[in-house]
């Protein structure tokens, strides 16, 4: 059924406003939609499906209250997300956060192979601090210094946004997630949780907290970043007044 969708109709909230002018509403084409996101639309507009905006922001709000208690818990969180049109805003989210972060590919085995994945993030920083130390230079011939740089940089490409990442994440943020299939599988075999910024085309299976919008539109991208980085945020701010303020154990004499 088509409906003819209006911003009076459509908009109730000051969120739910936001998404209005983000372009959030807007999903794929029909032949496109994937049976489980059924229940979050608010109808079709000449073949293209439409959120309903109202659910939209009653699930942006849920996925960053679950992203505050994270944060409170002090768990660490990994953004993914790897689509040219939104990996620098996943970026910059994540390296204003401190945060773990993938948005160049995905190296299968990052969740399930973590013991492994911890060598070569150990190797990386090895480099990382000899390059830097001048170590590289003295040790090694100009040919091996020029193939242990380039196998660095290799390194960092693949893997320079996790190295941070000492254990397994509380949860993923992920963009797109059947962009990120690999990641969504991982994160399902580890048990790990998944928040993920997804648009009509996308199922909801393995997905702990689904946020509907245009996951392909950067406006859109970036504002539900924007509420669930500020949640985390929040709650790793509760996390470090209350660490701080905790009573220090007594040293036995």
Known sequence: MESQITRNEHISSPL????????AHYGFSKSRRHPTVA???????????????????????DATAYLHTLGIAGKQVLF???KEEIKGVVLAKA???SMPFVTNRWIGGTLTNFPEMQK???????????????ELERKYTKKEHLLLTREM??????????????RLPGALVVVDPRHEATAI????????????????DCALKDI??????????????????DELSAGYNTGILEHADATASAPQATPRA
């Open 16 to 23: 739910t406003e936001r998404l209005f002018r983000a372009g």
């Open 95 to 97: 390296q204003a956060l």
């Open 80 to 82: 993914v997300g790897t």
């Open 153 to 166: 940089e290799k390194l960092a490409f693949n893997f320079g946004g996790i190295v941070s990442m000492e």
């Open 120 to 134: 070569r993030l150990k190797y990386l920083a090895t480099l990382r601090a000899e390059h830097a130390s001048g």
């Open 185 to 200: 599988r991982e994160a399902a075999q580890m048990r790990i949780p998944v928040v993920a910024i997804m648009s009509s």
């Open 208 to 225: 702990e907290k689904p946020v509907l919008v245009n996951d392909a539109h950067r406006a859109s991208v970036t504002l539900a970043l």
């Open 39 to 61: 229940p979050y639309l608010f109808g079709n507009k000449q073949g293209t499906d439409i959120f309903d905006l109202e659910k939209t922001s009653a699930l942006l709000a």
